[in-house]
Nanobody, 114 residues
Framework: QVQLVESGGGLVQPGGSLKLSCTGS???????MAWYRQAPGKQRELVAS???????NYADSVKGRFTISRENARKTVYLQMNSLRPEDTAVYYC?????????WGQGTQVTVSS
């Protein structure tokens, strides 16, 4: 069983920055990892992903502002979020893909507001 625990969410003003962390268990280094988000009344959407080899992919809405990275020794994936906008407000979820199975964290709230 893979467990994922997110942290780092909070309230930030527009234009500010936050860094989310997601710490996993098990054979973390071979997991494909991703960050998703879900705003009230909207579907969950992919924000960014990173393969076990370090290749990354981003949603168009966050390109140039967000950076996903991983530190396998700490079994952690990060999401650095800069130039935050009110429309980035959502619950952010960490997702792991391992042997064809998907695992989710509990989510962390990010609120961008003045």
């Amino acid at each position: 069983q893979v467990q994922l625990v997110e942290s780092g969410g909070g309230l930030v003003q527009p234009g500010g920055s936050l860094k989310l962390s997601c710490t996993g268990s098990g054979a973390f280094s071979i997991f494909a990892m991703a960050w998703y988000r879900q705003a009230p009344g909207k579907q969950r959407e992919l924000v960014a992903s990173i393969t076990s080899g370090g290749s990354t992919n981003y949603a168009d809405s966050v390109k140039g502002r967000f950076t996903i990275s991983r530190e396998n020794a700490r079994k952690t994936v990060y999401l650095q979020m800069n130039s935050l906008r009110p429309e980035d407000t959502a619950v952010y979820y960490c997702r792991a893909l391992y042997l064809g199975r998907i695992y989710w964290g509990q989510g962390t709230q990010v609120t961008v507001s003045s």
